[in-house]
């Protein structure tokens, strides 16, 4: 097999260097050793935001750049992207209100801002995000940012690289690679034991968490920064409030809590940030960890929680730059690359968050576009994700139309598949006008029909894919759901 680019690593960095390769015309190739998003990608705190606590750490350009790249992301991927408003209360004790409006001010103002409300003061006795909150607090600061599905990101940006020729390969792995004249020759191998020899005229070493091990251990390339490895945990409780905003407050250990909306039913509490020096295939949420959640919850709102209330948890790990600050929370999320351009080029991609990916992408395939003869800059990528082309940009219109065309399906689940899949929901509703049609109700809101699109269309092949990543249907279903659906998808292979 022959390709211009070689990708390893199919979180969202990868898929985003994939799709912008892919676009740029090039032949490139995604490997990922176990499902897309699987690991960092799909353990966020599903937000694309600028990073209002970076200003304090003076980081002005990586939040202009958030802060802009925002602005494109929320255009393109309206269906899995949308508007969130934030409350800060003010904590006087830590920093004097005139501090926080400069902030915001800022925040504001560092980039153009065409789809979000700016910021401005609440009195909490008078604001509906004063009624869940303890009654110390009298002040608060509200300010926009947006929530993502991050999982679902990732894979749409590997669905639209497809889209435009790249081979996506998950489960995947790369053995090694090696240069050979003006080549580099990389092993990989399946999840089946099939293994395939790829000639790439270069090679990205997106693997997040792995990529200075991918480096040292698979590569003749000698690494030249240290990796920093961060971890964020996160609880998923029962919803400690009806109302849309989500809440950020900042303890006096300096550590940033989102309190936030989930899935309807649910309240999502994180991040933690804490040095994590073992394997990163280890990651785990701690015990210590869900304990400092719940008093974070408990310190600032009037319904208490334990640990027996979690109904989810997860970990993920930031690979970040080391700058040998003491705090983990001030580490910088901004990114950098190592090029190895001594024959055949190797660029890894060290640090970055969500919200920037795109931007990465550019900036990376710029690195490498006078090695690889293929196009510089350009604003192809600011083209629709596949099902963010929502008619007029008005996706409760686009839900309503929805309704009207299909009255005979489930409001509810419409609107569901009408977040998850935007307009490709024609690709998976073809031929479909009742809930006969959907074919055979797997589990609860779960029809073959979908598992088709999502096994067909998106990589999916066992139920963590399903629930987990291409959906929360997990939150939301029985504890034997997994168990339930593995056994199907294995008793209903699908056809060659």
Not at 174 to 184: K, L, V
Not at 387 to 397: H, V
Not at 431 to 445: A, N
Request: aromatic share 8%; glycine share 6%.
């Amino acid at each position: 097999m022959q390709c211009d680019l070689l990708v390893v690593g199919g979180g969202i960095n990868g898929a985003g260097i994939a799709r912008e390769a892919a676009l740029r015309g090039l032949k490139v190739v995604l490997c990922e050793q176990n499902d897309l998003a699987s690991h960092t990608s799909s353990a966020s705190t599903k937000l694309i935001h600028g990073g209002l606590r970076y200003l304090e750490h003076g980081e002005f350009s990586l939040v202009r750049k958030a802060l802009a790249e925002r602005e494109v992301l929320l255009n393109i991927a309206q269906h899995i992207i949308w508007p969130m408003r934030f409350v800060l209360p003010h904590e006087p004790h830590l920093r004097p209100a005139w501090m926080i409006r400069l902030g915001l001010f800022f925040y504001d103002y560092l980039a153009r801002r065409r789809r979000l409300p700016g910021s401005n003061a609440v009195s909490l006795a008078n604001h509906v995000t004063g009624e869940p909150l303890k009654e110390r607090r009298r002040k608060a600061f509200l300010y926009s940012d947006a929530w993502v599905d991050d999982a679902r990101l990732v894979v749409l940006n590997a669905l639209d690289a497809a889209e435009h020729q790249a081979q996506i390969l998950p489960r995947t792995r790369c053995t090694g690679i090696r240069r050979e004249g003006a080549y580099w020759l990389a092993d990989l191998v399946g999840v089946d034991g099939v293994q395939r020899s790829v000639q790439a005229r270069a090679v990205v070493n997106a693997t997040g968490p792995w990529a200075a091990s991918f480096i040292q251990s698979q590569t003749p390339v000698l690494p030249q920064h240290a990796i920093r490895l961060v971890k964020g945990s996160h609880i998923v409780v029962p919803r400690l409030f009806t109302h849309p905003y989500s809440y950020i407050f900042q303890n006096a250990d300096r550590r940033v809590i989102f309190v936030i909306p989930y899935e309807d039913e649910f309240t999502l509490v994180g991040t933690t940030d804490i040095e994590h020096r073992g394997a990163p295939e280890d990651v785990r949420i701690g015990e210590e960890e869900v304990v400092y959640l719940c008093e974070v919850v408990n310190r600032n709102f009037v319904r208490q929680i334990t640990p027996a209330d979690v109904v989810h948890s997860y970990a993920g790990l930031r690979p970040l730059l080391e700058d040998e600050s003491d705090d983990p929370s001030s580490v910088t999320r901004d990114y950098t690359f190592e090029l190895s351009s001594e024959g055949a080029p190797l660029l890894s991609v060290i640090g970055g968050k969500i919200t920037t990916y795109r931007r990465l992408a550019q900036e990376a395939m710029d690195r490498l576009a006078p090695l690889l003869a293929s196009p510089v800059g350009g604003d192809r990528s600011q083209s629709a994700l596949p099902g963010g082309d929502i008619p007029q940009a008005d996706f409760d219109a686009f839900v309503t139309n929805l309704k009207s065309d299909y009255p005979k399906l489930c409001p509810q689940l419409l609107k569901r598949w009408a977040h998850a899949y935007g307009t490709r929901i024609q690709t998976l509703l073809a031929g479909v006008r009742c809930t006969e049609d959907l074919g055979e109700p797997v589990l609860p809101g779960l029809y073959r029909v979908e598992l088709d699109y999502l096994r067909t269309v998106e990589w999916a092949t066992c139920a963590e894919d399903v629930l987990w990543r291409r959906s929360k249907l997990g939150l939301h279903l029985p504890p034997d759901a997994t168990a339930v659906l593995d056994a199907w998808l294995v008793a209903h292979p699908l056809k060659s």
